[in-house]
């Protein structure tokens, strides 16, 4: 894939880009098998067309309300204007030619990280690859602009932006690493984004996780699925669930299934998603992991109990907690699936559970083509008493 951003030095996001995609991918499988020398592990299941393959793009917006420009934050928190990335999907850039006028239309004075002056702190496009609409989040530092953006909306939006599904405000008042704060506003009418994986439509937030590569995200979902079809279970368990996309991909009627997240926003999209998806017995609660007792227990009104047999686990990169991996050694869940971004992390976890549970096999994933990163499967069952 040809950047020329990477070509002229400008931008690094995609360290690899210099090496060929087979050679990034035996990168990952020769790191795979250095921390798990024992282990059955699969092939990388690679993206195919690398190119506008992302669906979802975090830029940062600096310059002036005349000339905005857009970029990503570095690691030395430095911007590097990267006006038309080519890993993202080609309705992200179309869109982010438009923001200009956006920016104009409300009077945004982007945010100068220098001297935390101005509105604009960054903007957040995620893109529904079959039906080409958009979900919009402008991240911004206080209300001021608010009513502007909500009159321009009332005013053009259904006009003049059609792609744009929706349309929503975060506030971020503080300097911080987090992109997003905790406050968000609705603008547009829609406030969820379907997307679909095979047959299965899952709803989005603006605040919610999501895969950034579609492709392999389908193929993640679509590989724990099939494992937990070929096996006999009834109940199900999903930590760190998200907006739901394992369970509600690999779920059937007739399973029960519980699902924990810490977003409030993430649980009440995955609730709306499992309604859609007729899984009647299914539950998605909002608690932090970690704080649950055995035996679990839900909040809703109708009775509830559940004993899960399969388990499936997808934490942020920093990995489990020791709580955490203390409940999960003791649901006694025949079949635990662990998705993760870090296989540091994912080698320290598995070995903390290894008291209980054996690694079957491993399956990565090139979620991130052009870097280090590599998403894991590891499947692993109850060992045998």
């Known amino acids: 894939m040809f950047c020329a951003y990477f070509q002229a030095g400008h931008c690094r996001s995609c360290s690899l880009l210099d090496q060929s995609c087979e050679a990034t991918l035996q990168s990952r499988q020769s790191l795979?098998?250095?921390?798990?020398?024992?282990?059955?592990?699969?092939?990388?299941?690679?993206?195919t067309a690398p190119a506008g393959s992302r669906i979802r793009a975090r830029l940062a917006v600096f310059g002036t309300i005349d000339r905005p420009q857009f970029?990503?934050?570095?690691?030395q928190r430095e911007i590097a204007a990267v006006p038309e990335c080519p890993l993202h999907h080609p309705a992200l850039n179309r869109f982010l030619s438009r923001m200009p006028d956006v920016i104009a239309s409300c009077r945004l004075t982007p945010w100068s990280l220098a001297d935390d002056?101005?509105?604009?702190?960054?903007?957040?496009?995620?893109?529904?690859?079959?039906?080409?609409?958009?979900?919009?989040?402008?991240?911004?530092?206080?209300?001021?602009?608010?009513?502007?953006?909500?009159?321009?909306?009332?005013?053009?939006?259904?006009?003049?932006?059609?792609?744009?599904?929706?349309?929503?405000?975060?506030?971020?008042?503080?300097r911080s690493s987090a992109l997003n704060g905790q406050m968000e506003i609705p603008v547009s009418e829609q406030q969820r984004l379907p997307i679909?994986?095979?047959?299965?439509?899952?709803?989005?937030?603006?605040?919610?996780?999501?895969?950034?590569?579609?492709?392999?995200?389908?193929?993640?979902?679509?590989?724990?699925?099939?494992?937990?079809?070929?096996?006999?279970i009834t109940g199900l368990l999903d930590l760190y669930c998200g907006t739901g996309a394992f369970s509600l991909v690999a779920g059937q009627p007739q399973h029960q299934i519980l699902g924990v997240d810490i977003s409030a926003d993430s649980i009440a999209a995955a609730r709306?998603?499992?309604?859609?998806?007729?899984?009647?017995?299914?539950?998605?609660?909002?608690?932090?992991?970690?704080?649950?007792?055995?035996?679990?227990?839900?909040?809703?009104?109708?009775?509830?109990?559940?004993?899960?047999?399969?388990?499936i686990c997808n934490p942020p990169r920093r990995g489990l907690d020791a709580r955490t991996c203390q409940f999960l050694v003791q649901t006694g869940?025949?079949?635990?699936?662990?998705?993760?971004?870090?296989?540091?992390?994912?080698?320290?976890?598995?070995?903390?559970?290894?008291?209980?549970?054996?690694?079957?096999?491993?399956?990565p994933f090139?979620?991130?083509?052009?870097?280090?990163?590599?998403?894991?499967?590891?499947?692993?069952r109850l060992r045998q008493q």
């Not at 206080?142 to 003049?160: H, L, Q």
């Open 32 to 47: 795979l098998a250095g921390l798990f020398p024992d282990t059955r592990i699969q092939a990388v299941t690679p993206t």
């Open 71 to 75: 970029g990503f934050l570095n690691q």
């Open 117 to 174: 002056r101005g509105e604009l702190k960054f903007v957040v496009l995620t893109c529904a690859p079959e039906s080409q609409k958009l979900m919009v989040q402008l991240v911004l530092r206080s209300r001021e602009s608010v009513d502007r953006i909500r009159r321009m909306w009332s005013s053009r939006g259904a006009a003049d932006f059609p792609e744009v599904a929706v349309l929503s405000v975060n506030l971020q008042p503080v």
């Open 196 to 232: 679909a994986y095979g047959t299965t439509t899952v709803l989005y937030g603006p605040q919610s996780f999501i895969q950034s590569n579609h492709e392999v995200a389908s193929r993640l979902y679509q590989t724990a699925a099939s494992v937990i079809q070929q096996s006999d």
């Open 272 to 311: 709306e998603s499992a309604r859609i998806r007729g899984l009647s017995q299914a539950r998605y609660e909002c608690c932090p992991t970690g704080q649950f007792p055995l035996p679990i227990t839900t909040s809703g009104s109708a009775p509830f109990s559940f004993a899960p047999d399969a388990v």
């Open 333 to 363: 869940a025949d079949l635990l699936l662990y998705s993760s971004c870090n296989p540091v992390t994912l080698r320290r976890d598995t070995d903390h559970l290894a008291q209980v549970y054996q690694i079957e096999e491993l399956h």
């Open 366 to 380: 090139d979620m991130f083509p052009f870097t280090h990163h590599v998403e894991t499967l590891a499947v692993m």
